[in-house]
Nanobody
Framework: QVQLVESGGGLVQPGGSLRLSCVASGSIFSINAVGWYRQAPGKQREYVASISNIGATAYADSVRGRFTISRDNTRTTVYLQMNSLKPEDTATYYC??????????????WGQGTQVTVSS
């Protein structure tokens, strides 16, 4: 199994920056991809960005050019660098990992979430 813990959220002014971290433990090398999602109160959870096990990245249109997803060389941590933050970026941010299990079955794990608030 894979366990995920997010951190790095907080309160920031519009135009500011934050870096979120997602630390993975367990069967780390069974992970196919890691994604960041966010959910504001009363809204659906939405995709933000993702990185595959070969390092390919993808972004939602709403954050492309402002956010950057990356990972460390140990593959234990995935980061989300958020620049030029807007009030509409306010949400709880969640880390998700898709990984391989027994008999090539696919599973996913979610972290507990970290709150990001963009306000003046």
């Amino acid at each position: 199994q894979v366990q995920l813990v997010e951190s790095g959220g907080g309160l920031v002014q519009p135009g500011g920056s934050l870096r979120l971290s997602c630390v993975a433990s367990g069967s780390i090398f069974s992970i196919n991809a890691v994604g960041w999602y966010r959910q504001a109160p009363g809204k659906q959870r939405e995709y933000v960005a993702s990185i595959s096990n070969i390092g390919a990245t993808a972004y939602a249109d709403s954050v492309r050019g402002r956010f950057t997803i990356s990972r460390d060389n140990t593959r234990t941590t995935v980061y989300l660098q958020m620049n030029s933050l807007k009030p509409e970026d306010t949400a709880t941010y969640y880390c998700n990992a898709v990984y391989r299990g027994t008999n090539s079955r696919s599973f996913n794990s979610w972290g507990q979430g970290t709150q990001v608030t963009v306000s003046s």
